[in-house]
């Protein structure tokens, strides 16, 4: 997955991370003038990434980061649904509501899961990600 940055610090050190700002992208594409619908403009989010070529501040640069991102997403949201559905197929042979008492529960619970699960990620090393050319 690639996108576009800008570089707002350099490493102090060789080898360093350099600091960038990502500006997130609307599913519209962000084009505001053309439509003037958006409610604000999207923030902005800072990020650190490794780079094998040389930049300076201000460099419009793109980023690469790892397919675990996608991975992510599809724990955040297909284990809650898949886990809803569990909850509430499973114990067919209680009453109608709640079966679907027990569907919130297990939804309730994956949600647990991918926020643990998440927070085991951050703690080990996170998404990487690497400058791969100047804009």
């Excluded at 955040?76 to 209680?94: C, D, W």
């Amino acid at each position: 997955m690639t996108q576009s940055a800008t570089v707002t610090a350099l490493p102090e050190e060789p080898g360093g991370l350099v600091e960038l700002t990502v500006v997130r992208q609307t599913a519209c594409g962000h084009s505001c003038d053309g439509c003037g619908r958006c409610v604000g403009k999207t923030p902005e989010l800072v990020i650190q990434a490794h780079s094998d070529i040389p930049v300076s501040l201000g460099d419009r640069v793109e980023v690469y980061s790892d397919n675990r991102v996608l991975g992510f997403v599809a724990l955040v949201y297909g284990l809650s649904v898949v886990m809803f559905l569990l909850g509430y197929l499973l114990p067919a042979f209680l009453p109608e509501p709640w079966r679907y008492a027990c569907g919130g529960a297990w939804f309730v619970l994956g949600l647990l899961i991918a926020v643990v699960c998440d927070r085991a990620v951050k703690k080990r090393q996170g998404i990487s990600y690497r400058i791969v050319r100047k804009l």
